[in-house]
């Protein structure tokens, strides 16, 4: 199968790349930090206490996730427009760091790229889940960058949001992302860096496909 690994922080760019590369080339766009938020959001209305091994555990051995295109299931009830929300990105970051939830989903995500080719996006594709991805970028952006396009995101899904609220966060849940333990948000020797700041996704996106078209 053929595969193309993304990572990159939040803000990044990655999704809305990933989403119109997938189309580009045919192949399915598979979201990975939806899987994350859709732990999270099961964990938050379960009352699932993050720190507790156990609790998590449990949590996974009973819990069914699935994907249908863009739509993200869990114990075949659609989330996939409850899991945007500030609240849940925090919680999704917090519920990353755990070895056992990262097992679950790995396993999950590399069994979707045997059956089918796939763009990949998250934070550890390129250096974990497909560290032999036919094609591997890391997408990044300067801070003030992202936090505008999460805040538009926000704005425009909820109708308000705070700038430097949605700031604060970016920068904690980076921090988090980027020093944790297991599976932490970083280069992979061979993937190509693009700084997404100063030109627009349309532009990325081109060089992108030129990258793979050759
Ligand atoms: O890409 P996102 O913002 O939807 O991801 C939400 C959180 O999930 C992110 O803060 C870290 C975690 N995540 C991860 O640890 N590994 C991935 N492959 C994707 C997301």
Aim: no cysteine; glycine share 4%; proline share 1%.
């Amino acid at each position: 199968m053929f595969s193309v690994a993304i990572d990159g922080p939040a803000g990044s760019g990655k999704s809305t790349i990933a989403k119109l590369l997938a189309k580009e080339l045919n192949i399915s766009y598979i979201d990975t930090g939806s899987m994350y938020r859709a732990l999270a959001y099961k964990a938050a209305i379960s009352d699932i206490d993050l720190e507790n091994d156990l609790e998590i555990e449990e949590l996974l051995k009973n819990t069914e996730l699935s994907m249908d295109k863009e739509k993200i299931f869990i114990d075949g009830k659609d989330v996939s427009g409850l899991i945007r929300s500030e609240k849940i990105s925090n919680l999704a970051s917090k519920i990353s760091k755990n070895k056992e939830v990262r097992k679950f989903l790995v396993d999950y995500q590399r069994k979707i790229s045997k059956e089918k080719s796939v763009v990949m996006e998250g934070r550890d594709i390129t250096t974990v889940v497909l560290p032999h991805a036919n094609y591997k970028f890391f997408l990044d952006a300067s801070v003030e960058e992202r936090a505008n396009r999460r805040y538009k995101q926000l704005l425009e899904k909820y109708g308000s949001a705070d700038l430097e609220q949605v700031k604060e966060d970016l920068i904690k849940r980076d921090e988090a992302d980027r020093t944790r333990e297991n599976s932490p948000l970083k280069i992979a020797d061979d993937a190509v860096v693009i700084d997404t700041s100063k030109e627009s996704l349309d532009q990325t996106l081109a060089r992108i496909i030129k990258i793979i078209r050759g």
